[in-house]
């Protein structure tokens, strides 16, 4: 009772307590995913901009001098505007693929019932489940033998194989949702196969299509292992040029650089499918349905 009471009297809990009861649980758990997401994209923006000359020390809270010095750097001499045109020319290659070898398997996952499919959603699943360098290392084997190692389709196929997962997920559950009874309507009305699936199925998909492309876009340029084991040193893209930093020197204002121009695009991508998609859609993405 005595420690209960004590601690009533405490200011720090009297005013937490006040700013509980004023603004609620939700707005103060809000605030601290701002607070936890902005953190480090601020550290990332200073770290970015320090002054060389003025190095950003111990006990110092922020950088003294500012300074593009770090952003003319690595566009001078890393290599990142290869990296980026390569990044952006592998990605949407990848999304294109993953909706074409994704389609027919979510479509007989979402509409049929069969033997073992359960089993078919977990296996769809084993490429994001397992350690990333791992599977680079095995793929890397079979690439080697058939001649797509140090390739630039290698690179794709590598990809594509890490990214469809989410490109499956997402259209499979889109096909679910799907009421039987809407293609049987068309199919009563005289629609063959091809008919039902342009003018049915894919207006009806089409959320699912567009989070799989962004969720498959973005997979894509963050994959690091497979373009590490498969693609290099003919193929560099933005996480190669990124982890370069982040070896035993760790160049932190330089890594700071690379990793803005590795997140914003992808955080903009995010958002604009968190503003047009429904959760359900991004939930899926991560298998969480």
């Known amino acids: 009772m005595e420690m209960s009471k004590s601690r009533r009297k405490n200011p720090i809990y009297m005013v937490i307590s006040k700013f509980i009861s004023k603004y609620g649980i939700p ?12 953190a480090p994209l601020l550290m990332a923006v200073l770290w970015s901009l320090v002054n060389p000359d003025y190095p950003w020390s111990y006990g110092a809270v922020l950088p003294t001098h500012l300074s593009l010095f770090q952003w003319d ?8 505007i290869e990296a980026i045109i390569t990044s952006y020319s592998i990605a949407p290659l990848v999304t294109i693929l993953s909706f074409i070898l994704a389609l027919p398997t979510a479509y007989a996952i979402g509409t049929y019932s069969f033997r073992g499919k359960e089993f078919t959603r977990i296996i769809i699943l084993l490429p994001i489940i397992l350690p990333g360098m791992v599977v680079a290392l ?17 690179v794709v196929l590598g990809h594509t194989l890490m990214a469809i997962p989410f490109m499956l997920r997402l259209l499979s559950t889109s096909f679910e949702a799907i009421p039987r009874d809407v293609p049987d309507a068309a199919a009563n009305l005289g629609a063959n196969t091809f008919w039902k699936f342009r003018d049915v199925y894919i207006p009806m998909i089409l959320p699912g299509i567009f989070a ?10 963050e994959e690091f292992a497979l373009t590490f ?16 930093y982040l070896g035993y020197k760790f160049f932190r204002t330089n890594a700071a650089v690379v990793a803005i121009l590795l997140m914003v695009p992808n955080a903009t991508l995010l958002f604009i499918a968190d503003r047009f998609l429904k959760t359900d859609f991004l939930s899926t993405a991560y298998g969480k349905l």
């Open 73 to 80: 750097f690595v566009f001078k001499f890393s290599g990142i």
């Open 138 to 154: 095995f793929l890397s084997r079979v690439f080697r033998f058939i001649g797509l190692s140090q390739t630039f389709f290698g």
């Open 212 to 221: 799989g492309a962004i969720f498959t876009f973005i997979t894509s340029l």
């Open 229 to 244: 084991i498969i693609g290099t040193p003919d193929y560099t893209t933005i996480p190669i040029v990124l982890f370069s």
């Open 27 to 38: 707005t103060i758990l809000l605030i601290v995913s701002l607070i936890l997401v902005g």
